[in-house]
């Protein structure tokens, strides 16, 4: 059984830095394309950043140069590295987990095969 817990998620001001953890149990996160998911309310699920078997990643606009997605594979971790944060950043964060690699889908939540619980992410001005 595949499990998703994500960490580190909290309530910082505009400018401040937060990293997530996703830890995965029952996968092996080395060898297929996990991502970062967030979602506002009364929005869409949006993708943040993916990463494949090989580290090739990708980031949705608004994120790039600020936050940089990572794995250990030893600690079988995902990790979402967050810098200078904004107001529009608040959002529940998900970590995601797909059954395929290569091109990870940032634009299609719906792809991914298993999802964690959510991890909050509040940033005031």
């Known amino acids: 059984q595949v499990h998703l817990v994500e960490s580190g998620g909290g309530s910082v001001q505009a400018g401040g830095s937060l990293r997530l953890s996703c830890a995965a149990s029952?996968?092996?996160?080395?060898?297929?394309?996990m991502g970062w998911f967030r979602q506002a309310p009364g929005e869409e699920r949006e993708g943040v950043a993916t990463?494949?078997?090989?580290?090739?990643?990708s980031y949705a606009d608004s994120v790039k140069g600020r936050f940089t997605i990572s794995r250990d594979n030893a600690k079988n971790t995902l990790y979402l590295q967050m810098n200078s944060l904004k107001p529009e950043d608040t959002a529940m964060y998900y970590c995601?987990?797909?059954?395929?690699?290569?091109?990870?889908?940032?634009?299609?939540?719906?792809?991914?095969?298993?999802w964690g619980q959510g991890t909050q992410v509040t940033v005031s001005s």
């Open positions: 990463i494949n078997s090989v580290r090739i990643t």
């Open positions: 029952g996968y092996t996160a080395s060898r297929y394309c």
């Open positions: 995601a987990a797909g059954l395929w690699d290569g091109y990870c889908y940032l634009s299609n939540p719906y792809k991914y095969n298993y």
